[in-house]
């Protein structure tokens, strides 16, 4: 079964790239989020945009490769992971430079205490990985199904190649093979083979090649620089701000149509373009989920999230912030938010309490929200004595799937493209100066795309460390099952054989109808279903409420039959009063089933009341058959 990947690939001129089954290599950076592309086939070119590319890979390379990834965050120790920060914390000066010489590198090596070359092997690595995972110390020994040199070799061949092949001089990769061996004769140590050293220049990032062998204007022409020097000292992604509100416009069903109340929104944006990052919709009160959620959804191209929506435009805003502030509020604080933020190098800072003024740019894009919320049926308005002769919920008309569509089209066709007052442009605009440059400032260039984004929501989900049984493994009660599983049954732990082994799994709280297992055997997650696929999708929050109320009954002895058929019966319940009572309607809006339902093609704008449909006589819909509601194939019982 094909892992997860958590890698991220960079556009630039030469990479090769798929996009729509057809393969190119990328000739021109013609904007931020688009470029000109050769056709590998028929040599024409093309415009193509860059979250709608993929990495090419080679004939013959499919999902069987399977590539030994860097473990999940949480299988690091506290000390493992202090020093992945402590050298994280030693290259981010480095970061924050476009243009960086040997002499500075020196410096910030010296204060702390490494080689000048160990910095630049850290840099590299973090660079291409995108994560922080990467820093972790090698633990002594061989890893399985891979090879490396002694760390003195290492440094052998990186100063070679300082001194040699990224100066002035332009030396050759040959002239960088002799000076390798020579430096090996004078330590007296077994030189590598003269094909590792050039492998290592194969590796070398291009536009930090050029500008070291004295090219600065022609990698400025092609890449840029890493990071942005700007009138305001700042550049995009540089600080997001998240934060929470209630919906001004009440929600309703989508079966009856019906109001359920309002939802929450979290939501993020740029401070620097005031672009709007990510956003995250739900009947359930945010917590550390939804910052997570929001912050994975910000990280990833938003093409695939705008065509579910069917909502046209461009939402060209994807990448790894350097800072998140984020509300200080104990709900919003947990180990899988704070460990995966880590993990892509991201600084969580806590808004201080008392200080409403923290987060200006995202408090007054909330009143940008209002003031949307406010031209919807079932708006809410900000003040009671706005609402008088205004009856929200009799007036409320739109889905939550209807309501994110109007949002993510009024933020991606008007907010971002209207002029923002405190930019003197619109943030569309000023986010294409931020990654492009002009003629007074240099741009960041394009940020590096997800290879999956699933994995980047996989790393801030909440966790759990269980153990492979027989029947497979058990979280809450709930069995999961997957043939991935068998060769870990009863899998005894490496550094302690009389003990079981435990096993990193993690679960998203909106459907918890399968897990994401960590493989050992290359370090992705992979799904693994109920092991009864006939039980339904469910939510975390309805889990806990049963759950809350199979032990208020006293039940002792609580398995998954008596979870999925308290589950049933509290559906029941709720589907026999959803047409009357509005806390049932909401409850109903938790199961995971009627998020996948399609919207009703009842006319926005139109009351509660004129969608609401004319229920069947309850004698004619048990005389005729057909009457019958069809159940969606995963609400159909089976036993595996």
């Not at 440094?155 to 001089?169: G, N």
């Not at 070398?204 to 062998?213: E, F, G, I, V």
């Not at 984020?326 to 947990?334: G, I, Q």
Request: proline content about 6%; hydrophobic content about 35%; charged content about 25%.
């Amino acid at each position: 079964m094909v892992g997860i990947s958590r890698n991220f690939f960079q556009v630039d001129v030469g990479t090769l790239v798929q996009c729509e089954g057809r393969g190119y290599r990328v000739t021109h950076l013609i904007s931020a989020n688009s470029v000109v592309a050769e056709d590998l086939e028929t040599k024409e070119s093309k415009r193509l945009f860059i979250d709608a590319l993929k990495i090419l890979q080679e004939k013959g390379e499919s999902d069987e490769k399977h590539e030994v990834a860097a473990p999940d965050s949480l299988q690091y120790s506290n000390e493992e992971w202090a020093e992945a920060q402590r050298r994280l914390k030693a290259i981010k000066p480095l970061l924050q430079e476009p243009i960086r010489t040997r002499a500075r590198v020196e410096i910030i090596a010296k204060e702390h205490g490494v080689h000048a070359a160990t910095l630049y092997k850290w840099l590299n690595l973090f660079q291409s990985a995108g994560h922080v995972s990467v820093l972790i110390p090698s633990k002594r020994g061989r890893k399985t199904g891979t090879t490396f040199l002694e760390e003195h070799l290492e440094t052998i061949i990186s100063s070679a190649i300082q001194d040699e092949y990224l100066t002035k001089q332009r030396g050759t990769p040959q002239d960088v093979v002799d000076e390798v061996f020579r430096r090996c004769r004078l330590a007296k140590v077994v030189p590598p083979h003269a094909n590792t050293v050039r492998n290592r220049l194969a590796a070398l990032k291009p536009a930090s090649t050029l500008r070291a062998r004295g090219f600065r204007d022609k990698a400025r022409d092609k890449y840029g620089p890493i990071q942005g020097n700007f009138s305001d000292g700042t550049y995009p992604l540089a600080a997001v701000q998240i934060d929470h509100t209630p919906t001004n416009v009440v929600l309703v069903d989508e079966k009856y149509r019906q109001p359920i109340g309002r939802a929450w929104l979290t939501l993020a944006i740029d401070t620097f373009s005031r672009m709007v990052v990510g956003l995250f919709i739900s009947f359930e009160r945010p917590d550390a989920s939804a910052v997570g959620i929001c912050m994975a959804r910000g990280i990833c191209t938003k093409r695939e999230y705008l065509a579910q929506l069917d909502v046209p435009g461009d939402w060209g805003v994807w990448g790894v912030p350097a800072i998140v502030y984020v509300d200080n509020a104990k709900e919003f604080r947990s180990m899988a938010l704070e460990r995966g933020a880590d993990e892509y190098g991201i600084d969580v800072q806590w808004r201080p309490v008392k200080t409403p003024n923290f987060g200006g740019h995202i408090e007054r894009m909330m009143g940008n929200v209002g003031n949307h919320d406010r031209k919807l049926p079932g708006a809410t308005f900000s003040k009671p004595e706005q609402r008088v002769g205004y009856d929200s919920d009799a007036e409320a008309a739109l889905t939550v799937r209807e309501y994110e569509q109007k949002l993510v089209d009024f933020i991606v066709n008007i907010y971002h493209q209207r002029r923002h007052s405190a930019l003197g442009m619109s943030p569309a605009k000023r986010w294409e100066l931020g990654v492009n440059g002009d003629g007074q400032s240099m741009g960041t260039g394009s940020m590096p795309i997800p290879e999956n984004p699933v994995r980047i929501e996989i790393d801030f989900m909440p966790f759990f460390e269980r153990t492979v049984q027989r029947y497979g493994i058990q979280i809450d009660n709930i069995f999961y099952y997957s043939r991935a599983l068998d060769r870990y049954i009863n899998a005894a732990d490496p550094d302690a054989p009389d003990r079981k082994r435990d096993f990193l799994v993690r679960r998203h709280p909106s459907n918890i109808s399968k897990i994401y297992f960590l493989d050992p055997a290359d370090n992705r997650y992979i799904e693994i279903p109920y092991r009864n696929i006939g039980h339904p999708p469910i939510t975390i929050w309805e889990l806990r409420h049963v759950l809350a109320i199979l032990k208020k009954q006293s039940e002792d002895d609580i398995d998954e039959d008596r979870i999925f058929a308290a589950i049933e019966r509290m559906r029941t319940r709720v589907e026999q009063a959803v047409a009357t009572t509005k806390a049932a309607r909401r409850q109903q809006a938790r199961n995971p089933a009627s998020e996948s339902r399609p919207a009703s093609a009842a006319v926005p704008g139109h009351t509660a009341a004129a969608a609401k449909p004319q229920k069947e006589p309850a004698s004619a819909a048990a005389d005729d058959p057909f009457a019958m509601e069809i159940l969606p194939f995963d609400q159909v019982t089976s036993q595996r």
